[in-house]
């Protein structure tokens, strides 16, 4: 399939960017960001600042919980029309708007709280906070995967990982910094009104236009009973997902693509403070220098997509990833140095930023546009727990071979998931799986 796009040589691949839809998923992007710290590290912050027990701030990671799960609930946001904005605003938008109106409420009620009187109801409200941002999450995903041609689905996640990033920023370290001005009351009532940013980008998007689901080989879907109906919300897509061809090694390349990569930044900030850097020197090159890279690297990614193909781009990302390990090794045989921090810091953000991009865009690819909201939730949970599975192992590796052979064995460790996209590509698995590349 011809990557022909629209001008000439790196203009027209710049003109994705400049697409309305783009800007309009980006602005989804941010809504879509936003409340995951505020339900975690900043209400962590608030919550030491108030002087919580350490023991019971290492409990809020269990607020998180949805996000882990959200394919599980994903099949209703396919199958059923929103019950208020549905016939005016269409599936997607509807439950958008929907489920924003219920994340302001939530944010604003959580500021509300006080973590040393009503402990019980901030823990309450922030789960219920995490609830729906996690539907946000897959209603935004779904929305990107089906407004977008296949040549811009790079692009797309590249838009949405810019909004999502300057959405946690401004939720992370912006929040973090009022509170030296405002209470938290205001702080929370400001980021509840910062979600009108993705309400204003569900009024100015398109509704989608969205295949209709399939009828099970059961009957009519208008005489369906109530078991019918569950089998042709969750078996349906998950049953076409996995009959796929080749879908045992798209699986494991799903788990193993990002391996090495999971592997190393699990132990990253660990090696950072070994080797002897200062607080202020790891959070400005991290924290800023890093994040900047990354959104470079993320634009890129999605450029290379619309430019040379999925399949190229996933390849260069995946032997990027690899290589900028190698960066950390070294450093860890100069010690300090700061500019050499920076460069390995640049390198593997940009990397990791790109090989993402093209990463999203595959599994978006995967889905069948019936069942948009419930496969790419079932990948990308698959994919997030592979990650956090395969680097419980980080630590003892780092303890047995130092931190020199350490880095060395993770671009070792991203090979097994190259291997296996030659061997996706080289059966031309791609033809029958991946829908239009």
Not at 80 to 93: C, D, N, S, W
Not at 180 to 202: D, E, H, K, N, P
Not at 324 to 352: C, H, K
């Amino acid at each position: 399939m011809t990557n022909s796009i629209t001008g000439s040589g790196w203009q027209g691949l710049w003109s994705l960017y400049a697409d309305r839809r783009q800007c309009v998923i980006l602005l989804m992007g941010f809504s879509s960001g936003l409340p995951f710290l505020l339900g975690f590290s900043t209400l962590s912050y608030w919550f030491s600042k108030e002087g919580v027990a350490l023991s019971t701030i290492g409990g809020l990671i269990a607020v998180s919980a949805p996000y882990s799960f959200k394919f599980l609930w994903a099949p209703i946001f396919d199958h059923v029309r929103p019950p208020i904005f549905g016939a005016r605003l269409g599936r997607r938008r509807g439950w958008l708007i929907l489920i924003q109106l219920g994340l302001i409420c939530l944010i604003f009620g959580l500021g509300n709280g006080d973590p040393r009187e009503s402990l019980q109801y901030v823990a309450i409200m922030a789960f219920a906070m995490s609830f729906m941002s996690a539907s946000q999450d897959i209603i935004v995903d779904a929305y990107r995967i089906e407004i977008l041609a296949e040549r811009e689905q790079g692009a797309g996640a590249a838009s949405t990982q810019v909004g999502y990033r300057l959405g946690l920023m401004v939720s992370g370290g912006g929040a973090i910094a009022l509170s030296a001005f405002l209470s938290w009351f205001w702080i929370y009532a400001l980021m509840a009104g910062c979600i009108l940013v993705g309400m204003l980008a569900a009024f100015l998007g398109n509704e989608p236009d969205i295949a209709e689901v399939p009828e099970s080989k059961k009957g009519n879907q208008e005489f369906q009973s109530f078991k019918e109906h569950i089998y042709n919300m969750i078996w349906v897509p998950f049953s076409d997902l996995l009959s796929r061809p080749g879908i045992i090694p798209i699986l494991l390349f799903i788990l193993l693509f990002k391996y090495g990569d999971a592997i190393a930044g699990s132990m990253v900030l660990p090696f950072f403070h070994q080797l002897g850097f200062s607080a202020l020197e790891i959070a400005s090159v991290t924290k800023i220098f890093g994040v900047i890279a990354t959104l470079f690297g993320v634009v890129t990614g999605g450029l290379i997509v619309a430019w040379i193909g999925i399949w190229p781009a996933l390849l260069l990302g995946g032997c990027f990833q690899a290589i900028t390990n190698i960066f950390f090794a070294i450093l860890s045989e100069f010690g300090p140095d700061l500019g050499l921090l920076s460069l390995a810091i640049g390198f593997d953000s940009f990397a990791g930023g790109m090989g993402s991009g093209a990463f999203v865009a595959y599994l978006s690819a995967l889905c069948n546009r019936s069942f948009t909201a419930t496969q790419f939730s079932l990948l990308t949970s698959i994919m997030a727990l592979g990650r956090t599975l395969l680097s419980v192992s980080s630590g003892f590796m780092a303890d047995s071979l130092g931190w020199f052979w350490f880095f060395i064995l993770t671009t070792g460790l991203a090979l097994p998931g190259l291997f296996l996209l030659l061997y996706l590509r080289r059966q031309s698995i791609s033809e029958r799986v991946v829908k239009g590349y």
